[in-house]
């Protein structure tokens, strides 16, 4: 069992910067893949980067590409994701997402089976 809990959202200007954490309790969180995803109001879900257990692999939305950058320190359970360049389109809740029992990195959102609470997001233009 993994619990997630997300921080660090909040309000910031086109062209800003913020970084999300998601702090994650249990023992297996360096055996899973970790993912973030964002829903903005009247859209669906949308993957937004992904990382392995190791941290070697990571994979983007075509959308956050060069923008974004998905971390994690196993040593402190948790995932970050730094968000450069922010765009009025950033606008969701974000979600933080784990892949336990699996390893390697997904894009699909069923593909994850834990799930934080979410943090807000907005970019004013």
């Known amino acids: 069992q993994v619990q997630l809990v997300e921080s660090g959202g909040g309000l910031v200007q086109a062209g800003g910067s913020l970084r999300l954490s998601c702090a994650a309790s249990g023992r297996t969180f360096t055996t899973t893949a970790m993912g973030w995803f964002r829903q903005a109001p009247g859209k669906e879900r949308e993957f937004v980067a992904t990382i392995n257990l190791s941290g070697g692999i990571t994979n983007y939305a075509d959308s956050v590409k060069g923008r974004f950058t998905i971390s994690r320190d196993n040593a402190k359970n948790t995932v970050y994701l730094q968000m450069n360049c922010l765009k009025p389109e950033d606008t969701a809740v974000y979600y933080c997402?784990?892949?336990?029992?699996?390893?390697?990195?997904?894009?699909?959102?069923?593909?994850?089976?834990?799930w934080g609470q979410g943090t807000q997001v907005t970019v004013s233009s």
């Open positions: 997402a784990a892949r336990l029992p699996y390893s390697s990195t997904s894009y699909r959102s069923v593909d994850y089976f834990y």
